[in-house]
Every structure is written in structure tokens, then in C-alpha cells.
């Protein structure tokens, strides 16, 4: 086995997943990575990597997907690395309920289930690292994305709560809290607008706003956000996060994220959603 221990990263098919796992793999880590779907399973697999099937949505392919990584470990898990969600753009009055109890199985009960799958493992070793990739959006938020942020302000409440019941046991919480990173989760987002928003939108006292600014955003070719960066900088903060002897709670990662925790410690509620209605794109 590597030198560094063993780690599992979820949400391995693109972008700050696929990016960190071979990241990790070379820096000496025993990468057990997981994808969704079956074909990027076996295209990561192609690629060399140890990779299972894992579906935040489906709980039995969770515990299936957890104690396949720890057959190729050999039970080991030193780190597990909490990464791929996905939002639903829209305004939140016409998010239907159903979309968020989706969406929360997505971005927020799965995550739960696995890490009350390795915290034992970790327990019984006496050390781990549970990191959980977050968002700016986890405490600044944005109109139409009220779905996301709802799970992501969640994630952090408990990953805050974890932190503070694991002290002692040699168990370390960490978010990681990026900006605009490049990724697939535009694409991702517009099957979610197709099933949940294009339905009702002719119903909606926002169908102006979703036929020409939404769709525009959503389709449009817009290219990189303002500050965007690649998924090396989320990469860059995860290899601090697993090997520092003392990990940061927090780490931002991004221009945005920064000014985002800087304004919301000085500024009040009103001033705060005055520069967040500012800079909604």
C-alpha cells in the first residue's frame, strides 16, 4: 500500500473529484475513488485508479460502495474525502418539495450515511480525516440557488457539530469552502431545471425571468465566472487538509469565498444581502 494512507473520494467522474483522486494517487495516497455510474467506474478504472460504485441517492449502494473500498484497503481507512453535488436553479418559491427531499439525498443524507460508515473504521485506529467539500455557499447565499444552499448551510452545521463531539478520538473535520471552480455542475444543473422547473414555469410570476436570464445562464456560452479557478485549487487545500499534523476547521478556497467570510463578519444582515443581491449573477 502507499505511504500515505488510505483515502475514499466520492464523486470521482469530473471536475474537483476526478481532479483530487489523481492528485492524491500521485502524492503516495492509496486512492479508493467512486463514481455513480458504472461507466466512469470502469473508464477510472481504465485510468488506474481503484474505483467503485457509489450513489449518494441510494443508501444500499452506499454501505455496498463503502465495504468494497475497504476489501481493496484491506479494512484501512485513514481519510474520506465527502465531494460531488449538484443544484437545482431556481427561484425558491417554485422548488417543489419533492425536488429538495431529492436533492438532500444528493448533497446531504448520503454524505451522513457514509460518514457514519468510516467513523468506526477511523475510531477503532484512533485517527482519520473527514473532509467535507463544501461552499462559499455554505454561508453567503445567492438568489436561485436556494435549493443548494439549503444543503450546503446544512453540511456545515453538522460538520461543525461532528467536529466538536469528535474531539479527543483523533477523528479531524474539515470543510472546504470554494468559489467558481471549474467543473460539470452548469450541465448537471440543467437536467434538474428541465425536470423540476421547465414543467410549471409558464405558471410561475418569475417566466420572464427563466425564459431570458435563467435559460441564458444555464445554455448560453458564457464561459469561465469572474475568479474561476480549476479544481487544482480545491486539490491544493485537500493535500493541507489530510497531511498537516493540525488542519485548518475552514479552508477557503477563491476570491469570492474569501471576501464572502470577510463581509459577513463585519457587516450586518442588511448590509450583507445588499452586496449579495449586488453581485447575483
Known amino acids: 500500500m502507499e505511504g500515505r494512507g488510505a483515502i475514499l473520494v466520492t464523486g470521482c467522474s469530473s471536475g474537483i473529484g476526478y481532479t483530487c483522486a489523481h492528485g492524491l494517487k500521485v502524492r503516495g495516497w492509496h486512492v479508493v475513488a467512486s463514481c455513480r455510474r458504472r461507466a466512469d467506474v470502469e473508464r477510472l478504472r481504465g485510468e488506474g485508479l481503484d474505483c467503485v460504485l457509489l450513489d449518494y441517492e441510494d443508501e444500499s449502494s452506499i454501505h455496498k460502495g463503502f465495504e468494497e473500498a475497504l476489501e481493496i484497503t484491506g479494512g484501512r481507512l485513514d481519510a474520506l474525502f465527502n465531494n460531488g453535488a449538484y443544484g437545482i436553479p431556481a427561484m425558491t418559491e417554485d422548488i417543489p418539495t419533492d425536488a429538495l427531499r431529492q436533492i438532500f439525498e444528493a448533497n446531504f443524507f448520503g454524505w451522513h450515511t457514509l460518514t457514519c460508515r468510516a467513523i468506526p473504521v477511523m475510531r477503532e485506529a484512533g485517527a482519520g480525516r473527514i473532509v467535507q467539500n463544501s461552499s462559499v455557499l455554505g454561508f453567503a447565499v445567492l438568489p436561485t440557488r436556494g435549493a443548494y444552499n439549503a444543503t450546503k448551510f446544512a453540511l456545515e452545521g453538522l460538520s461543525d457539530t461532528l467536529r466538536l463531539e469528535l474531539h479527543g478520538t483523533?477523528?479531524?473535520?474539515?470543510?472546504?469552502?470554494?468559489?467558481?471552480?471549474?467543473?460539470?455542475?452548469?450541465?448537471?444543473?440543467?437536467?434538474?431545471?428541465?425536470?423540476?422547473?421547465?414543467?410549471?414555469?409558464?405558471?410561475?410570476?418569475?417566466?420572464?425571468?427563466y425564459e431570458t436570464t435563467l435559460r441564458e445562464r444555464l445554455y448560453g456560452e458564457s464561459g469561465k465566472d469572474r475568479y474561476e479557478l480549476g479544481p487544482e485549487a480545491?486539490?491544493?487545500?485537500?493535500?493541507?487538509?489530510?497531511?498537516?499534523?493540525?488542519?485548518?476547521?475552514?479552508?477557503y478556497v477563491t476570491t469570492p469565498t474569501h471576501v464572502a467570510g470577510a463581509l459577513k463578519r463585519v457587516l450586518s444582515t442588511r448590509l450583507f444581502d445588499r452586496v449579495l443581491r449586488r453581485n447575483a449573477p
Open 234 to 251: 480545491v486539490l491544493h487545500k485537500l493535500i493541507h487538509a489530510l497531511e498537516s499534523p493540525r488542519p485548518r476547521p475552514r479552508y
Open 170 to 209: 483523533g477523528i479531524e473535520v474539515v470543510l472546504i469552502e470554494p468559489g467558481p471552480i471549474t467543473s460539470q455542475i452548469r450541465v448537471n444543473a440543467r437536467a434538474q431545471y428541465e425536470k423540476w422547473i421547465a414543467p410549471i414555469v409558464e405558471h410561475s410570476p418569475w417566466e420572464t425571468f
